[in-house]
C-alpha cells in the first residue's frame, strides 16, 4: 500500500511538472500584419518576434496594429 501512495505522488509530481514546463515555454514567433484599403489588401509585412511566451508575442503583435480612416494595419500571429 505504502508503495502504490509514493508511486502516484511521484506520478502526480511527473505530470504537474510536465504542465509547468508546457506552460513556461518560449518559442519564436512571427507577426503577420496586412495593410488593407476598404476591401482590398494592399501590402503585407512579417515581423520576427523572436523567442517569447505565446502571450508576450500576442500582446506584442497586437501593439502593432492601427488604422487611419480607411486604412487598416491587422496583425495576427504566426
Same mark, same amino acid.
Given at each position: 500500500?505504502? /508503495? ?30 496586412? /495593410? ?19 502571450? *508576450?508575442?500576442?500582446? *506584442? ?9 480607411? /486604412?487598416?494595419?491587422?496583425? *495576427?500571429? *504566426?
Amino acid at each position: 500500500m505504502k /508503495l502504490r501512495k509514493q508511486f502516484a505522488v511521484v506520478s502526480l509530481a511527473a505530470v504537474v511538472a510536465g504542465t509547468v514546463t508546457l506552460v513556461s515555454c518560449t518559442k519564436d514567433y512571427v507577426c503577420k500584419c496586412t /495593410l488593407t484599403s476598404g476591401s482590398s489588401s494592399v501590402t503585407s509585412q512579417t515581423y520576427d518576434l523572436g523567442k517569447k511566451k505565446r502571450s *508576450e508575442a500576442k500582446a *506584442e503583435c497586437d501593439n502593432k496594429e492601427s488604422s487611419i480612416g480607411s /486604412l487598416v494595419y491587422s496583425c *495576427e500571429l *504566426e
